[in-house]
């Protein structure tokens, strides 16, 4: 596995990834501004609405109740932007995934067996379908998630291993799409590399690159593996 992130890792400065990596960091990062300012929006616009009668529940104290909340919705919008941001960066970049696979496939595998890439209507509708798994299992996971803030470890080891599963098993999926043998290498088949994968994610700046060796690692591991085997 290690062989495999040091395989990719040596293969980002090639064009081919930065391409389709910036793009999909660019998506991410204005996705999650616009959920961000809209959920500000939706506060304040319930606050405002609610105004008068607090006023009049809560005399003076109005103002200071207002500012509170405020700050409470700003933090609980953070932390889900904190807490989503792998998956929705993993999904992003499954859009430009093939683009990755072909960079990386073409400079270290070139005489490998390679299926044609899926088409775009059924590359949005993957990503999609990784968009609501992962948002339904992470609202799912959020109470351990809050646990985590006064238990540092539980919350860390559940992220770990709910985003290791779900980023493996997707891209697990996405490379054996390209892979006319043994297709059917996914879930925990590739957890570690998951694993491993969420822990970059967790650190600033470097999480940008994670989805990236993600998917060479595991593309790397498919066809070590395979000449393991002849």
Same mark, same amino acid.
Request: no cysteine.
């Given at each position: ?61 109005? $103002? ?107 891209? $697990? ?20 590399? $998951? ?32 000449? $393991?085997?002849?």
């Amino acid at each position: 596995m290690l062989r495999s992130y040091a395989l990719t890792f040596s293969q980002l400065s090639d064009p081919k990834i930065l391409k389709p990596l910036v793009f999909a960091t660019l998506l991410t990062i204005g996705s999650i501004i616009l959920v961000l300012v809209l959920g500000a929006t939706a506060i304040d616009w319930a606050m405002t609405s609610l105004s008068s009668a607090m006023d009049g529940w809560f005399g003076k104290a109005e $103002g200071w109740l207002r500012i509170i909340t405020q700050v409470i919705g700003a933090l609980f919008l953070l932390m889900i932007a904190y807490f989503f941001f792998a998956s929705i960066h993993a999904a992003f970049l499954g859009l430009f995934f093939d683009d990755l696979l072909d960079a990386i496939r073409n400079r270290h595998y070139p005489q490998s067996e390679w299926l044609p890439p899926p088409s775009l209507s059924r590359s949005l509708r993957d990503s999609l379908r990784f968009i609501i798994l992962s948002l339904t299992v992470n609202l799912i996971a959020l109470p351990f998630y809050l646990i985590g803030w006064f238990v540092p470890p539980i919350g860390l080891a559940v992220q770990v291993l709910v985003n290791g599963y779900l980023l493996g098993k997707e891209y $697990g999926y996405l490379v054996g799409l390209r892979i006319s043998s043994d297709s059917s290498q996914t879930g925990t088949k590739f957890l570690k590399e $998951g694993i491993l994968a969420s822990l970059v994610w967790m650190v600033p700046l470097v999480n940008f690159i994670a989805p990236v060796l993600l998917a060479g690692s595991i593309l790397h591991s498919r066809f070590l593996n395979t000449k $393991g085997k002849e």
